[in-house]
């Protein structure tokens, strides 16, 4: 899209003119929607989430860049996902990547020639596509620490500088916007750690190849081998997801990015969506557990804990370019489902299991029932529960039982909207 909108009036999704917009993309993201069902099954919501990430360029005031990290197994989902999305514009898709990519200091190259290279200039206002971020996260620990400093900064939305012994200070200032897509085969604790000290600036989405059953796995391989061929398959799914964003992009065209109308916006939604917020950053703040001579076991010390601002903002982002792919410049209740998909997916994995378990268990699980959920011994889910208590998502409660009461966790009774009816879809979809 181009970045000049000539000054056009904003959109605000009003008149008669905005109704038989909205008419049309729905139209179109529920052809997207029957496709994905028959050509690509349970990748909709995949996509959708995807899309909220680009469909953030075409908000008004959005200056905060967004990078999502789509996890899933090799030669799974996530290269279907990207395909359908490198065909949008202002799409640019890479696989060597590095963090210094973003800004070079190639000492055979003169430093007139550097800004052809920088990815930095080449991807603002655009959204950039990686298929292998497994490499970049997987490296050692001081230059995984160098790498995520670096990214951290880039994504502040306001350009980066760098040093070096050849080419001096580099780099750009101001305002470079953009979105990231990407995707790693395995989210790893120790990658967690360390960016849940750095804060809250990348998010990820788990796919749900993760979680298949051997009988599932099976199936899904019969299915692919023995109907259209996969390219076939992905060309009408690229072609539908192109037919959506031409709608959306003909409107912006026309009338200059989406206002957005924060009066219309769902109060208790915008309200969940900074719980959730919250809830992220308790999942997946590092735990030290420390082995102490005056108690039985270890002794659990919660790390610095990030603030839930920025991801309160960043969540809230989403939900709004889920709005924006369904025509509406407010948000609602149904946003919320690409907030929770995300917020449960960025978390350390198996706190976020146990979180999930206790929900399912209507708020309340002990040791033995969570360890059963889990398939784990009763120890490490004891340990789950505790981590779950230590950061203040629950209570630590006492459960009759035959010969001695059970450990068990309460929810906290803040978080007691997320077993309310209404709600329940949403965290059980992710």
């Known amino acids: 899209m181009p970045e000049d909108l000539g000054g056009c009036q904003k959109m605000t999704l009003d008149n008669s003119e905005d109704i038989q917009y909205r008419q049309k993309l729905v139209e179109e993201v529920s052809k997207l929607q029957e496709i994905i069902e028959k050509n690509l099954p349970d990748m909709f919501g995949i996509l959708m989430a995807c899309l ?33 999305l490198e065909i949008l514009p202002d799409s640019i898709k890479t696989y060597n990547i590095t963090s210094k990519s973003f800004v070079s200091h190639i000492a055979n190259v003169k430093q007139e020639d550097l800004k052809e290279i920088d990815l930095l200039p080449r ?6 596509i990686t298929p292998e971020l497994g490499t970049m996260f997987s490296t050692r620990e001081d230059k995984l620490l160098e790498t995520l400093g670096i990214l951290t900064t880039i994504l502040d939305g306001k350009g980066y500088r760098s040093e070096s012994g050849v080419h001096g200070s580099r780099g750009y200032d101001g305002d470079y916007y953009f979105t990231w897509i990407g ?10 750690k360390i960016l849940g000290n750095l804060g809250p600036k990348i ?7 993760e979680n298949l059953t051997d009988e599932e796995e099976e199936q899904k391989i019969l299915d692919a081998i023995t109907g259209k061929k996969y390219a076939v398959r992905l060309a009408e799914v690229q072609q539908q997801t192109k037919a959506v964003w031409d709608v959306l992009e003909s409107y912006i065209k026309q009338h200059g990015k ?3 109308d924060t009066q219309k ?48 903002t960043l969540l809230l982002y989403i939900a709004k370019g889920h709005a924006v792919l369904h025509g509406r410049n407010y948000v609602v209740e149904d946003d919320l489902g690409v907030v929770l998909d995300v917020a449960l997916s960025s978390a350390f994995k198996k706190r976020a299991r146990a979180f999930r378990a206790l929900l399912e268990n209507k708020g309340e699980i002990n040791t033995q029932e969570l360890a059963d959920k889990m398939n784990v011994a009763k120890q490490t889910a004891l340990n789950q529960i505790k981590e779950l208590v230590v950061v203040g998502l629950g209570e630590f409660i006492h459960q009759p039982g035959r010969t001695k009461p059970f450990d068990a966790i309460q929810l906290n009774k803040r978080l007691h909207w997320l077993l309310e009816d209404k709600y329940k879809k949403y965290w059980k979809r992710s």
């Open 265 to 312: 916006d769902d109060i208790e939604t915008v309200q969940k969506i900074v719980s959730s917020a919250a809830i992220l950053s308790k999942l997946r703040v590092p735990i030290h557990y420390e082995k102490h001579p005056s108690e039985k076991g270890f002794v659990m010390e919660v790390e610095s804990r990030e603030l839930p601002t920025r991801a309160a």
């Open 123 to 128: 991807i603002k206002n655009k959204m950039l």
């Open 52 to 84: 909220s990430v680009k469909a953030q360029m075409l908000i008004e005031g959005i200056n905060l860049p967004f990078f999502l990290v789509l996890v899933g197994r090799a030669s799974g989902s996530k290269t279907t996902i990207l395909g359908c």
């Open 258 to 260: 989406i206002k957005w």
């Open 183 to 192: 995707a790693i085969p395995k989210l790893s604790d120790h990658l967690l």
């Open 203 to 209: 998010y990820f989405l788990r796919l749900n190849d």
